[in-house]
């Protein structure tokens, strides 16, 4: 019998990625290409999308095969690290790191760089981050560290019947988008869902994922 393959159409990735900018026009572009670029092979979907103005992966080893590769582009490692040796190590590859525990604070301080950090907002995910109310706070705590922006994750965009979006947009527009113009940090949000669904999610940057591979949030 003959063995099953996969053809994966780098244009249409490419295509997808025209389609995510055309939604939300002059916002930058982090591109979501964690787990081997869902399944897709993370080096060469990078290669293919190096028009995006960085990438983004769950973990340090992804961050790292990326860099072996030769992409040197900014890659945001969305986890973040929680030990020493891989606070060096992401500091070695000029990685972006995720903020979202006291413990990451600690850490981050105790090896103050200009490591790019962005600070994780749960504005109602429920999995990683600080709530609203600890903003301002854990903003002051990271005082002399390079902070670029704020990052938070909607939870329900995929579905459109949810009044769950909505909640965390209020929430966030009247407690953290104000905070983040002030101290001039950045703010991302808009996942797939948010991109294609709510354009109330659109801010600096755009985080497209599944949509990338021609997948519905929907």
Request: charged share 20%; aromatic share 6%; hydrophobic share 40%.
């Amino acid at each position: 019998m003959d063995r099953t393959k996969i053809t994966i159409n780098l244009k249409a990735l490419l295509s997808n990625l025209k389609y995510a900018s055309a939604r939300a026009p002059g916002k930058k572009i982090m591109s979501v290409i964690k787990a081997d670029g869902y399944g897709h092979g993370a080096i060469r979907v990078a290669k293919t999308l190096r028009a995006s103005n960085s990438f983004a992966v769950a973990r340090l080893e992804e961050a790292a095969d990326l860099r072996m590769a030769g992409i040197n582009s900014p890659v945001c490692v969305l986890e973040g690290v929680s030990s020493e040796r891989d606070f060096l190590r992401a500091r070695e590859l000029g990685l972006q790191l995720i903020v979202h525990s006291r413990h990451q604070i600690n850490l981050y301080k105790k090896h103050g760089s200009n490591v790019p950090i962005w600070v994780k907002i749960d504005s109602g995910m429920g999995r990683l981050g600080f709530s609203s109310h600890q903003c301002l706070e854990v903003l002051k705590s990271l005082n002399g560290l390079n902070l670029i922006g704020i990052i938070s994750h909607l939870s329900h965009a995929d579905d459109l019947t949810s009044n769950r979006t909505e909640e965390q947009l209020q929430i966030l527009s009247k407690e953290i988008l104000p905070i983040a113009k002030k101290q001039k940090l950045d703010f991302n949000l808009a996942n797939s869902a948010g991109l294609i669904g709510w354009k109330e999610s659109l801010s600096d940057w755009i985080r497209p994922g599944l949509m990338l591979f021609g997948v519905s949030p929907f």
